[in-house]
């Protein structure tokens, strides 16, 4: 299993970026897939998730400003970031839960892609 994530870059604050992930595997669109974000010197922590029996749900954090979608004939995730903050910065990884439900710990999660860089300048 594979995911790889894109979209990320540098952009100013209250400006917007898309996120993709893509699965090397179709049958991962029946399970949870999420985004995490992990800011230098501080611990990976949950963005949004989406799972077979419901969602998205997002962090506090994010909720108004982030929107998590699905394109399951691509087998592709996206996260929709608008008005971002400088707080907002951060490598952004994507994964897979190969079983239903969010959970908010990232050691619930067995597939990762290997991240994509976001820097938002104030």
């Known amino acids: 299993v594979q995911l790889q994530a894109s979209g990320g870059g540098l952009v100013q604050a209250g400006g917007s970026l898309r996120l993709s992930c893509a699965a090397s595997e179709r049958t991962l669109s029946r399970y949870t897939r999420a985004w995490f974000r992990q800011a230098p010197g501080k611990e990976r922590i949950f963005v949004a998730a989406i799972s077979w029996s419901g969602g998205p749900y997002y962090a506090d954090t994010v909720k108004g400003r982030f929107t998590l979608s699905r394109d399951g004939a691509k087998n592709t995730m996206y996260l929709q970031m608008n008005s971002l903050k400088p707080e907002d910065t951060a490598v952004y990884y994507c994964?897979?839960?190969?079983?239903?439900?969010?959970?908010?710990?990232?050691?619930?999660?067995?597939?990762w892609g290997q991240g994509t860089l976001v820097t938002v300048s104030s």
């Open positions: 994964a897979v839960r190969i079983r239903d439900g969010v959970y908010y710990a990232a050691t619930e999660y067995n597939y």
